[in-house]
């Protein structure tokens, strides 16, 4: 995403400012008529409606009601919340260290969540990762973000978050292009590490890894990584910022995608052959 923060915030405002003007025209109220009902000044809802101001939940409920739109209000909610999550500035939250540069990948999160639908195509997931490959990645972006060094600590809270794929109750489907079991993230020991790791975690029962071959014929083809949490958030990551996308509307595309990759995927044994196929390359 080229856009700065406070361009990303704007549009997320006009959006949910044009969403709720269509709900007030589809009920047949002038901004006044909708104001008087609510009790609110009647500049309010043409500040809300340009993106000017942003309203609060029980904003949102009032203006539903009112305009008999009730239905809608889960949908708009997630839209406001969308407003302040939807792009949160990597280089900023650095300042003070990788350890608090976590984005969606919090341990309350992983805490919550039960479905963990991960789809990468550059690299493996920081969920599987080891913390030899753990250490190259984030080596990398400590300099690269010109952040405090405190990668060892980063590296620590990483691996500890991992516990989570050992809890009851939780899955893990995994989708991989095998061109991120090629990439060399720190040296060929350290990639060889990776994918032993990757061997050993298919055979947890929670863990659920397909790879897409490159040569495989497809239709799906997505442009950037994502992980979808539950049925909740869905988090993408460019190198400076982290994405979240709470929309129900957007979150069911994301789904699909997940879905059309995985018919795509080699599982099970074949995908054991392609890693050990990787390792062989890599033992040469």
């Known amino acids: 995403m080229s856009a700065a923060p406070t361009s990303a915030a704007r549009r997320a405002r006009l959006e949910l400012g044009g969403r709720l003007r269509e709900v007030r ?12 009902a609510i009790g609110w000044h009647f500049t309010r809802i043409s500040k809300i409606e340009n993106g000017v101001q942003v309203p609060t939940e029980a904003d949102i409920r009032d203006w539903c009601r009112v305009c008999d739109a009730d ?28 350890r608090r540069l976590t984005g969606s990948h919090t341990t ?3 805490e919550q969540t039960k479905l963990f639908r991960i789809y990468e195509h550059h690299h493996i997931p920081i969920l599987l990762q080891t ?24 590296v620590a809270a990483r691996m500890s978050r991992q516990q989570v794929i050992y809890r009851s109750g939780k899955r893990f489907p995994v989708l991989l292009e095998e061109h991120a079991l090629q990439t060399l993230v720190g040296t060929v020991e350290t990639q060889i590490g990776q994918l032993d ?13 397909g790879i897409i071959p490159p040569t495989v014929q497809r239709r799906p083809v ?8 539950d049925e909740s958030v869905v988090a993408l990551e460019t190198p400076t910022a982290s994405i979240e996308v709470t929309r129900p509307q957007e979150l069911k595309f994301y789904v699909r995608m997940f879905n059309l990759l995985a018919n795509t995927a080699v599982h099970g044994q074949a995908a054991r052959t392609l890693i050990r196929r990787v390792l062989d390359d890599l033992r040469c």
């Open 25 to 36: 025209r589809r009920a047949g109220l002038t901004g006044r008529a909708l104001a008087a």
């Open 71 to 98: 239905d809608l209000v889960a949908e708009l909610l997630a839209t406001a919340g969308a407003v302040n999550t939807a792009y949160v500035e990597f280089h900023r939250q650095a300042r003070t260290g990788l």
């Open 108 to 110: 309350a999160r992983y």
């Open 131 to 154: 913390a030899e490959y753990a250490t190259a990645a984030l080596s990398f972006w400590q300099q690269f973000l010109e952040t405090p060094n405190d990668v060892e600590a980063a």
């Open 197 to 209: 790791r990757l061997l050993a975690l298919m055979s947890l029962p929670s863990v659920s890894l």
């Open 222 to 229: 997505a442009s950037t990584g994502f992980w979808i949490f």
